[in-house]
């Protein structure tokens, strides 16, 4: 999903739908690796610029679910840094606690909310890391929760790190700014044990494509989670019409946190599996990230389209409609995220029948996948053989295909 993007191309259409994070890993005494600080950026320069620590904030935390951090970090430990809103939100709780690392930044106030945050997440079984810690910091009613404290050894000198690591306890020590082969051995001699800095590696861009999402789908969605019961007809409407939505809870369920060996076969069996308060969590996370994203694209249009009539067809050949949802929605994900379909089905348990028609294989769905093709590229000869082969009269298809155009341009359809 994610690729090292240095000196990499894009065209100014690729680079409106890449996300960017970048990682800087953190390193044990004998330099093997421990995890990963997962870091913000906003193009394909290798820094951040970006005023809204916030919004970098939800921003690299969505990246991590849409992207995998099996993928990101390799299966170490992700630190991610979080706001004060971020912990406030709940949001790192989409992640898994046994991969996570809460990176609590230095302008996090130590105040009462603050500090039920770190409790709820540290008995959740998240580790929490104080970042830039000083002596005298104002987040010290934190450090009872902290797993590790992050002290940058050129803000402070030798003494001050010192006198931090006296009262360190039971904290794991991380020394960022690790620049020379002089500072990792001094670091290492005064007893910090834990590295970070340009000595090792520089931040390493990866990036991703990105989908396109309409921003009307995301304002229904919060709508609908609003009420105080939700309908799960309505959400699975919504979130049927929205591909980027689509493929984020079908990652975002293949994630560690869940672990569920359960084939999903449908938008609905997958909210199902979630349940109601993780599918409120995952929507407002969701839904604050993208809502002001442009308007949906023509491919992602084209995979919509054949999501619906794959869908209708359904109703006439004995199978899941929302199976074949998936496979008309997730034909086009290569090509919508840039990269090869193998990948994308990597972070996604679908069934094997889904699967295998996707991977170009011979299965009980091939014949609804292939009439899919046929009648969207105008093959009317193989459209009849398939027709005849499913037991469907061509006018059903010619319907079929025409109400999933009208529904797919509803589900895209800027308000007036």
Request: charged content about 25%; hydrophobic content about 45%.
């Amino acid at each position: 999903m994610a690729t090292p993007a240095p000196g990499a191309e894009v065209t100014a259409e690729e680079l409106r739908h890449t996300r960017y994070v970048a990682r800087q890993p953190i390193l044990t005494a004998d330099e093997s690796v421990f995890g990963y600080e997962l870091l913000f950026r906003d193009g394909i320069s290798d820094y951040f610029c970006a005023t809204d620590s916030d919004a970098a904030s939800r921003t690299t935390l969505d990246s991590s679910i849409l992207l995998g951090l099996d993928v990101m970090c390799d299966g170490h430990l992700a630190f991610i840094n979080c706001t004060r809103e971020v912990l406030l939100e709940d949001y790192i709780t989409l992640l898994p606690p046994g991969r996570t690392v809460v990176e609590v930044l230095e302008s996090v106030p130590a105040d009462e909310a603050v500090i039920a945050a770190c409790a709820r997440l540290r008995q959740a079984g998240y580790k929490i890391a104080l970042d830039d810690f000083v002596p005298g910091d104002p987040r010290e009613p934190l450090t009872r929760f902290a797993d590790l404290i992050k002290v940058d050894i050129k803000r402070n000198s030798a003494a001050e790190s010192a006198a931090i690591l006296r009262k360190s306890g039971e904290w794991g020590l991380v020394a960022e700014k690790v620049e020379t082969r002089e500072d990792f051995q001094a670091a290492r001699g005064t007893g910090f044990g834990y590295f970070q800095g340009y000595f090792f590696r520089r931040p390493e861009l990866m990036r991703a494509r990105d989908i396109p999402a309409n921003r009307m789908n995301y304002l229904r969605l919060l709508r609908a989670v609003s009420h105080p019961e939700l309908d799960p007809g309505e959400l699975e409407n919504i979130i049927k019409g929205e591909a980027s939505l689509c493929y984020r809870l079908l990652r975002y369920l293949n994630s560690p946190l869940f672990g569920l060996p359960a084939e999903i076969r449908s938008v609905r069996h997958a909210l199902a599996m979630l349940g109601e308060r993780e599918v409120r969590r995952w929507i407002r996370l969701a839904t604050t990230l993208v809502a002001g994203q442009s308007r949906s694209s023509d491919l992602v249009l084209s995979a919509l389209v054949r999501a619906r009539f794959c869908e209708l067809i359904a109703e006439s050949v004995q199978q899941s409609d929302g199976e074949l949802f998936l496979v008309g929605l997730l034909s086009l994900m290569d090509a919508i995220l840039g990269v090869p379909m193998g990948l994308v089905l990597e972070g996604i348990g679908l069934a094997l029948e889904t699967r295998a028609v996707l991977l170009g294989h011979s299965g009980p769905l091939t014949p609804v996948y292939e009439l899919m093709l046929a009648q969207e590229s105008g093959a009317w000869q193989k459209v009849s053989q398939l027709a005849g082969q499913l037991g469907l009269r061509s006018s059903l298809i010619a319907e079929c295909h025409w109400k999933a155009m009208q529904w797919a341009r509803q589900m895209t359809a800027r308000p007036n």
